[in-house]
């Protein structure tokens, strides 16, 4: 798990590296979008679950982590062709990556199946939703594309797989796996929640 953490944190710093470059920003708010980006989900989930110290707190390695990450995105991005591929890959790679490391924290500290697989969603999702705040974008788990959906149905997958006797390693794979092909196809074919409106009256 130590590695996909490592995977998680490294696409999720690189993801708000370029979305920082993006928005203009100078070499220091890129490095801070990176590394909130990386670790505001994990930093959000511990406080909710009573873990302490945070885990960026406990390893203050993962912050000269990020802020490598985020500083090697910001001078490899200039030879990209396809930026924003490149963003909505890293994302979707840290999106499910952060999903099954928050259920495993949180069955390690003895939560309930639901409060496992929220905390998964929360600590999927919310390192991004802090990138695009800072960066004055709408979100993109306010926006129709599937986005927190993914990361339930990611953590629901781990938990089940290993509630039926599916040893760790193999359930940790297949919902990564699984998670980030759901992300993508949503991504391809523009796949949706349904949207629910109320009609206005007419005013007089």
Not at 63 to 86: D, I, K, Q, S
Not at 93 to 106: E, K, N, R, S, Y
């Amino acid at each position: 798990m130590q590695v996909i953490y490592l995977v998680a944190i490294t696409a999720e710093a690189a993801s708000g590296a370029i979305m920082g470059m993006r928005r203009r920003m100078d070499l220091f708010g890129v490095c801070v979008v990176g590394t909130v980006t990386a670790l505001g989900g994990g930093s959000i989930r511990d406080v909710l679950l009573g873990h302490y110290p945070l885990g960026w707190v406990a390893h203050p390695e993962y912050l000269f982590f990020t802020v490598g990450a985020a500083l090697a995105a910001a001078f490899l991005v200039r030879y990209m062709h396809r930026v924003r591929m490149a963003f909505l890959l890293l994302d979707a790679l840290g999106l499910v990556a952060f999903a099954v490391i928050g259920c495993d924290v949180a069955e390690a500290a003895g939560a309930h199946p639901a409060i496992v697989v929220l905390m998964g969603m929360v600590t999927g999702i919310c390192g991004g939703l802090l990138r695009d705040i800072l960066c004055n974008q709408v979100p993109l788990v306010l926006r129709r594309d599937l986005y927190a959906s993914v990361a339930l149905a990611t953590g629901t997958l781990y938990v089940l797989l290993q509630r039926y006797g599916v040893g760790h390693d193999h359930a940790t794979a297949i919902a990564l796996v699984t998670g980030f092909l759901f992300r993508m196809v949503a991504i391809r074919w523009s796949l949706t929640l349904p949207v629910f409106t109320t009609r206005t009256p007419p005013e007089h």
